[in-house]
């Protein structure tokens, strides 16, 4: 109950809107992060103008969602950046009342799928057979990466922000998968 509590006033600016789709930038590893005018892109054409945008992400994780933000306002697309702001039950109450999550391969969307919220995952290193949302398929998604060397388990690349494979993955196959979710869940 308290966490159902925390995520009503944490949504509170969005009363009387639809429910949001949430938008998890970060992972556990840099090699997993998308950039964020993709995502911006990819939010663009599913969401409404207006129609907001809500930001996830740990302490460490402020600023992506402050470049999500930046990116989104600039898509014409509204962002609560809940980042730093929530503990795990809070996340999982916020995440219950969203429509869709989405973000790369990480525990935050594996919480989503945990309580029943249909998700879409980025998946590039890691094998999403192996770690991929354990759903319904219509209404949990991966989008992977198109590298042969796909999925390599490789987290340590030497230089995380030169490593192609989830920044390989375009924005068309992102909205896509997006705009297939969002219909599924209409």
Do not use: M, N, Q
């Not at 159902?4 to 556990?28: E, V």
């Not at 998700?119 to 990466?145: C, K, N």
């Not at 909205?175 to 219909?183: C, E, M």
């Amino acid at each position: 109950d308290a966490d159902r509590a925390a995520a009503a006033a944490l949504l509170a600016p969005l009363a009387g809107a639809s429910a949001p789709i949430a938008l998890h930038a970060g992972a556990g590893s840099p090699i997993k992060r998308w950039p964020a005018a993709r995502w911006a892109a990819a939010l663009r054409a599913v969401t409404a103008e207006g129609e907001a945008v809500v930001l996830t992400g740990g302490p460490g994780e402020a600023g992506l969602a402050a470049e999500a933000a930046a990116e989104l306002a600039a898509a014409g697309r509204a962002a609560l950046d809940l980042s730093a702001r929530t503990d795990l039950g809070a996340l999982a109450a916020v995440y219950s009342r969203c429509r869709l999550v989405v973000g790369p391969d990480s525990g935050p969307l594996h919480l989503a799928v945990a309580v029943g919220t249909p998700t879409l995952h980025l998946f590039g290193p890691a094998d999403a057979a192996r770690f991929g949302p354990w759903g319904p398929p219509e209404r949990h998604a991966v989008v992977a990466s198109g590298l042969v060397c796909a999925p390599c388990g490789r987290l340590d690349w030497p230089d995380p922000l030169d490593h192609p494979c989830v920044r390989a993955i375009e924005a068309g196959r992102v909205a896509a998968a997006l705009a297939r979710l969002v219909r599924a869940g209409s």
